[in-house]
Each structure stands twice: as C-alpha cells, then as structure tokens.
C-alpha cells in the first residue's frame, strides 16, 4: 500500500470487514478509500477458505480493466493468486474460471454465466461477492446487478452455504432498504454523510441563460479558463485541473479555445500549463496519433476520450498523472474509470446527446456526484475545488443535491420480463406463484412499498393511506405487471403456459410455465426476447441469400442502442454512397441506429476506411453483439430446417471474422499477398485457400511470390502450414429396431447406450422405413493453431469450431445440425452421430443427402460429402420365400 494508517471511514469498518462474516453495505463519498475495504474482506477469504472464489463486480469495462491492473501486480505477482477478467473484451474459457481465485466482471457477464447455476461448478463455489458503485441499481444497468444479488442469494439459500455479500457505494439517502435487501441485520450497514470526506471540498455552482446547448457551451469556454486561473494557479504553483465535457466533439472545442485565449492574453505565457522539456514534448507528440492533441499538448492540455485510439489515450494519461501536462480535458467516461484526481475539477455542462431520444438530456446525479469526487488528491491537497457549470433554471436542483445524499429507486420492472425468461429456462421459476415469489426476493419488491407511487400511477391517486386498501393494491400491481410479462414471453413465443390441473382434493394446482426452445435461446446468448421473436419471424418464411442475411442481422433490436451522434446522420448518407450494398430507405432512414450498423459491417466485410474515429469504436460494439446474434440465428434457422439460411448465416459469421466478403477468393485472408502474388498463384491453378494448404510443395510456391520482406514470408509460411486440414469420412448403419419387450436399460454415466447397428458398405442400400445412423467421422491432417487467425477482428486469441450439417440440398432442407470442437491433438478423430428414417414407400429410389462441415471463423475451409441412398427390398424376406 502506499500509506501507512488507515483513514477514519476504513478504521471504523475495518474489524466488521476483516474479523466478522457479516455482510457489508459501505455507503461513503468518493475518494475515500472504499476499494481497500473490499480488499480487506478478501484477505479473509483467502485466509479462511482458500478454495471458495472472489467475484468483484464493476459496472463498467473501464473500472475492471482498473482493478485487473492493480489486482494482477498486487495479488497475482505478490500473493501467487489468479485472477481472471470477464468482460465484453475477454472471455476466458472453463478452465480459467475453475482455476481463478478472483473474478472481475462486468454485471451482463455474470448475469450471463450464473444463469446456468446448476450446471457450473465454479458459479457454486463463490464465496464472497463485492458489487462495486452499487448505487447504480437506480439507472439503466440497475436490473442486472438486482438480478445478480438476489440470485446468488438464491443460491445460497438452496445450498445453505453462506455467500457474503459487500455493496460498496456513494452516500445514500436509502440505505436501509438497500441493506434490507442485500441480508444485512444490525450489524455491517455504514452510511457515511457526504462531509466526511478525507479531503475538503469547496463546490461553486454558475448557471449560464444561453438556451441553445452548442452556444451555451461556447459561452461556458471563457470562463473555464478563468475559473483555471483562480483555483488552480496558486502562488506556489499550478496544480492540476480536470474538465469534464459532455461529449467527444466538446474536448477537442474547448481545448482549443483555452489555447485560443491564453494566447490572446498579453500577460499570460501561453505554454504556462506545459512541464515537458522540448525534447519531452517532442518524444510525446510524435507517439501521439490524433492531430487535435498534437496541437493542445503543446501547451500542456491534454484530451481523453473513447474514440480516442488506446496509445493516446495512454500517454495523455501518464502525462497528466506525472504533472507534465496541467490540464485534461475528457469526457464523462474517465470519471468511472481511472482514477486521477485533481485539485481542480470543472463540470462543463450537465447534460449530453442522447442518439436514441435525439436530444439532449441531463446527466444521472450520480455521474456528477463521481465527477466532483474526483477532486482532491488524499496525498497533496488539503482542500479541494469543483465547478459546476449548468444551465440557469436548473441551479438550485444541483445545489441541494450535491450536498444530500441521493434516494435509490429500482427499475427493475422495465426489464424484468427478460429476466424473469432467463429463470424460466434455469427452471428457478416453473410456476406463476414461484414467479411472483421471485419477484418479492428483490430490491424493487422493497422499493414498490416503501415508495408505491414511483411504480404504480393508481396508489399516487390514493389520498388516505389505508395500509389493507395499500396490500391489495400492490398485490393488485404485481399481478398486473407478471401478467404483462408473461404475455410478452408467450407472445415472443419463448414460454408456454400449461392450464392448471384441478388435484384430488379439489384445491386448483399452480398455472405451469415451460421454455420452449426460442426461449432457451434468448437465455443462452443473453438476447432480448423480442430480438429472438424477430428473428423467428423473419427467418421461418423462406431460404434467405447472403444479403438479405445482413439486413436482418441489422435489423434487429438489440442494435437500437447504437449511438447515432448529432450529425451523423449526414455522415451516413455521404459513407452510403461508397459502400457496395444500398440502404432500403424504405425500411430506414440515415439517422437509424440500424442504417447505421449496415454501414459498418459492410465497410468491415470491403475493408473500406471508416469517415471518423468515433465510427472505430463502434464498429467494434456492432461485431461483439453480433457474433451472438448469428448464432442463435442459426440455432433458429436449424429448428425451422431452412438449410441455405444456415449456410449463409455461417457463411457471414466467417465473414467477419475474415473481414472478406463471399464474392472475393478465400486466399484474400491471406496477409501480404498482392494482386500480383494472387495472379501467380492464378496461373498455378490456385485460387482458393484450400488449393493452397492441400499442395505438398506449399513450401515451394511461397517463395516464387515476390513477398515485402523475410518476416512476411515467414508468417505466411506458418500460417499455410497450420491452418487446419480436416479430413472427413462417413459410415452409414442400419439400426437393429428397438425390441419393445426389452426393459429400458439405465444409460450410465448419462449417455444413452449406443444402439447395435450393421454397417452399410458403398453404395449405400438401406431397406425402406428403418432407422439409419450416420457417423461423420472428422480428424484433422495436421496440428493446427490454436486460436483464429483474424487480424482484423476485435477479439484477439478466438478458439474455433465447426459445425457439422446434414442436409438435402435440392429441397433445401436442413435435417441435423450439430456443433463440434474438435481434440486439440493431431488425427484423433471427433465422431458426430445423426439418426434419420429412410423413406417409406417407395422401393428403388435414389435420395442423395449432403454432408457440410463448416467452419465457424475460417473463410473457405468448408466442405461437402453427398451421399446416395437407395432403398432395396429387404434381403431377409427373399431368403426365406
């Protein structure tokens, strides 16, 4: 540690968190030190039972990938534990999760994974949970962290093993419920007043008239730096100012116009904020890429934002946090991540574009309360300072609330209807009671009778507070909002809802609700259950061609949350132009979230530049979500036999991760090659990849193609050598029918017993009507890589597998799909069992059926056995007549 006492709040705590099991809900203004709390009560995990887990849950990515870099020097490094990231950047396999002794995950990740509870030993073994910034149950990530705790303590329950929980969090106005909820008694709930802080802070609060947002926040730029001028240079020296804008444009303006007036200042140095050495600066601005932040680190003001690339971002941050440059100007994103404070720290603004809404509204309080709490650095400051810049008539509403502590409401009900379909699927839930049951387990049931008016618009109606008439109502409103829910499930498709069945005893059972496989779906690839009725929708009514794949991929409502920022709209319609695909105005129009996400997939698939930075980030968003998306498209496509929707649907899955498209040769995936080298490789008669890696003169051939340099050569060289060549080969029996008289035999260790069967030689003769097995036999020729080699595609070090699809292609239906991870190891086979009928009546007929085996990340690896069967009069019956 870098201190040597502990402060006041973590001495008062510290015998609750490191001597007792009691859960703990620590609510105390930031910078207080509450991360070391959590630590504490880790260490008596680690003490006490070594072989339990810590899941640490951040509410955002910036946060974990926070933690992981302390947690992975200080406890992995120092105490020889493992500890694990679960992001939406990192998924580590199975294994990795047995073996972590700390998880650091996001709220959906988690949610994700501990819905298989059951199933998963290492979700068992969890031991201690802490939840991070817990007061952010109140906002739009709010449901899953609810669902979160109120499952794990779930599961305590059914395990009867303790879990500790320990909610860590701002002041709050409610923290009873709060700690109600998370099973805290007397002891373990800490609610400290904003004033407690370890630094003081001084809060001014400027309320400008100016009605439009853009010239209000031009208006806001000078005094900006004069409030720079009066705070933080000091007589024995500059310190540090943050600035907080509100959105990526409003860094680059504002640094600017600082620049702008320091210069036309005569008695100002305008390099005053700077502290770098010529040589200094020069070495940073050459590693630095954007053009913008070349120009302001010259006078020492730095800009973060998101779209920023990760190297710039870094170096801005090392500058700012060794005092070499005076001034960072971000947006509101660097408030929940890193941890830098300043003296200094001016909010420009209080409200930001939101794309979806298409207008401008207000920050969450919280954001602004983490915002100032980034002022004052325990170490140097005895005080601190925060400017809060705002429009007029909001004043006094920030006025109250920065010094009050703030009431948590839930939101669970806007959101509950997917969660309640993921329970539904764990089989946590199987009745309608159970479902309301469920309901009362969480912070929301709390919330909706401390404060029923939030919720239900009839109790704000209700004058006399009658505590019966209250019950009636909110059992009135639960039941209203579960018969909601469930409709939306049944109408999604995703439940079915069986009658209740009137026992002996005449009582009427429980209505009993079932998944069907849609909503197992929905479950499995953490989608919204409108997204998967969608999906059903569209893909049940015929085979589907390659582009119109994409345009229901980009359709769907998971993608409505993709930012569309102001003006991009104009944007969209100039980068429509270039892209091959047109956009069908019909359906959308340039401002739509979906338009938008068209764009993007085809500028990746034609490796077209994208207009702006921010597009970057962004696409990266799109590609993560729609990995998900295609597979459970495909799973649906499966269930509906629609065999060319399948294989397009693969087909665009590899397509991504390539970055190619199906109209170019699979050899483009290729690094180095120019047209050149693919016209060499032409005339040779090789113009696909497997042409390639098949020749035993591979080798050879590399050398003829004028290739950059050495390195280039070699890592072709290595990639044709280990890109997996997979044999295929079938066997075909006829099953020896079932033998009704026999007993039904207990499959042991959960396998079906496999059933007797006689092999059919080429050509294949079966008789009609009997059951048929086929075996696809698949073994790899050589020891491939290990994970994909897609360089543009933004999750590094992605394991592959194949699917194996059977299917009659001139009908085009689809009759077995199954998913195969192939051994690690060289030539061990990986046997896949399809068992179908042979048709019935007719003698003498030919059908033919296709074996597809295709890859679920390498472009042109795929390949196609076709069989054909002919039915043959039995051989026994002839022998004995």
Not at 371 to 382: E, T, V, Y
Not at 572 to 595: K, M, R
Not at 668 to 693: F, G
Request: hydrophobic share 40%; proline share 6%.
């Amino acid at each position: 540690y870098k201190f040597t006492h502990f402060n006041a709040i973590q001495t008062q705590v510290f015998h609750t968190c490191y001597h007792t099991d009691y859960n703990v809900l620590l609510g105390a203004p930031t910078g207080s030190g509450k991360t070391n709390v959590a630590e504490l009560t880790m260490f008596r995990l680690f003490n006490n039972s070594p072989d339990e887990k810590v899941i640490y849950i951040a509410p955002l990515k910036a946060l974990a990938r926070e933690r992981m870099e302390d947690w992975e020097e200080r406890f992995q490094r120092q105490l020889g534990k493992t500890v694990v990231e679960l992001t939406g950047d990192f998924t580590p396999d199975v294994d990795a999760l047995e073996r972590a002794d700390v998880v650091v995950s996001t709220p959906e990740k988690w949610d994700g994974i501990s819905r298989h509870w059951q199933h998963r030993a290492y979700v068992r073994k969890v031991g201690l949970i802490i939840i991070d910034e817990i007061h952010l149950l109140g906002q739009d990530r709010g449901p899953v962290l609810e669902v979160i705790v109120s499952r794990m303590r779930y599961i305590s329950c059914n395990l009867d093993k303790a879990i500790r929980f320990v909610g860590l969090s701002t002041a709050l106005a409610n923290a009873h419920d709060i700690a109600d909820w998370l099973g805290i008694g007397i002891v373990g709930l800490y609610n400290f007043k904003p004033s407690v802080r370890p630094v003081p802070m001084t809060a001014h609060i400027q309320g400008y008239p100016e009605k439009h947002f853009v010239a209000r926040m031009a208006q806001m730029n000078k005094p900006c730096f004069h409030a720079i001028k009066n705070h933080a240079v000091k007589p024995d020296g500059i310190k540090p100012t943050l600035i907080f804008v509100s959105s990526r444009r409003q860094t680059r303006l504002t640094a600017l116009d600082i620049v702008a007036f320091m210069s036309a200042d005569p008695d100002e140095n305008p390099k005053q904020f700077c502290r770098m050495e010529p040589h200094e600066l020069e070495y940073a601005t050459r590693r630095v890429t954007d053009q913008s932040l070349k120009h302001t680190l010259e006078f020492g003001i730095g800009i973060h934002h998101a779209g920023l690339p990760d190297r710039d971002r870094k170096v801005c941050e090392e500058l700012f946090v060794e005092s070499k440059i005076m001034v960072l100007i971000s947006t509101s994103t660097l408030a929940w991540g890193v941890n830098f404070p300043a003296h200094l720290v001016i909010i420009k603004g209080t409200e930001y574009y939101d794309g979806q809404l298409k207008r401008y509204v207000d920050f969450p309080i919280t954001d602004v309360l983490q915002m100032m709490g980034r002022a004052g650095r325990p170490q140097f400051d005895n005080e601190a300072r925060a400017v809060v810049m705002v429009h007029e008539p909001k004043k006094n509403f920030y006025r109250r609330f920065i010094y009050e502590p703030f009431p948590v409401e839930s939101s669970l009900h806007e959101q509950l209807t997917d969660h309640l379909n993921a329970e539904i699927v764990a089989r946590t839930i199987k009745t309608r009671e159970e479902a309301i049951d469920y309901v009362t387990w969480t912070y929301f049931f709390r919330r909706l009778t401390a404060n029923p008016a939030y919720y239900d618009q009839q109790a704000a109606l209700l004058e006399q507070t009658d505590f019966e008439k209250q019950k009636d109502m909110l059992a009135n409103y639960i039941e209203r909002l579960m018969n909601k829910c469930l409709d939306e499930l049944i109408r999604s498709g995703c439940i079915e809802l069986k009658e209740p069945e009137v026992t002996q005893q005449g009582q009427v059972a429980s209505a009993q609700v079932d998944p069907t496989k849609l909503g197992r779906i929905a479950s499995l690839y953490y989608l919204s259950h409108r997204t998967t009725a969608q999906f059903q929708r569209t893909l049940s009514r015929e085979g589907m061609s390659f582009v119109e794949i994409m345009r229901v991929l980009c359709e769907c409502p998971e993608y409505d949350e993709l930012p569309v920022r102001h003006n991009e709209d104009k944007l969209n319609a100039e980068f429509a132009e270039h892209c091959p695909l047109e956009v069908d105005l019909a359906i959308q129009a340039y401002d739509s979230p979906h338009t938008k996400a068209f764009l993007l997939l085809q500028a990746h698939m034609w490796g077209l530049a994208l207009p702006i930075n921010d597009y970057k980030t962004d696409l990266k968003s799109v590609l993560d979500r729609s990995i998900p998306l295609i597979q459970a498209m495909v799973d649906i496509a499966a269930e509906e036999a629609q065999l060319r929707s399948t294989m397009n649907l693969i087909l665009l899955l590899q397509c991504l991760h390539q970055a190619s498209h199906p109209w170019r040769t699979s050899l483009a995936c290729l690094p180095h090659l120019s047209d050149k080298a693919l016209k060499v490789l032409k005339d040779m008669e090789i113009e696909s990849l497997p042409e390639l890696i098949e020749r035993r003169d591979a080798t050879r051939i590399l050398t003829k193609l004028s290739l950059p340099n050495a390195d280039a050569h070699k890592e072709l060289q290595s990639l044709v050598q280990e890109m997996p060549r997979m044999r295929m080969r079938v066997e075909l029996r006829v099953l020896d029918p079932e033998d009704p008289n026999e007993p039904k035999e207990e499959p042991e260790d959960g396998k079906p017993k496999r059933r007797k069967g006689r092999l059919v030689p080429e050509p294949y003769e079966v008789p009609p009507d009997s059951e048929l097995e086929l075996t696809v036999i698949l073994a790899y020729d050589n020891q491939p890589m290990n994970f994909v080699y897609a360089p543009r595609f933004p999750k590094q070090r992605k394991t592959y597998s194949w699917w194996c699809i059977l299917g009659d292609t001139e009908v085009d239906e689809l009759v077995a799909i199954k998913k195969a991870l192939m051994p690690a190891r060289q030539r061990y086979d990986k046997r896949i069992n399809f068992q179908f009928c042979s048709p019935a009546d007719e003698i003498g007929e030919t059908f033919t059926l296709s074996v597809l085996c295709m890859s679920d990340s390498w472009f042109g690896l795929d390949q196609q056995l076709d069989l054909s069967i002919t039915t043959v009069q039995a051989l026994a019956e002839s022998a004995e007549g």
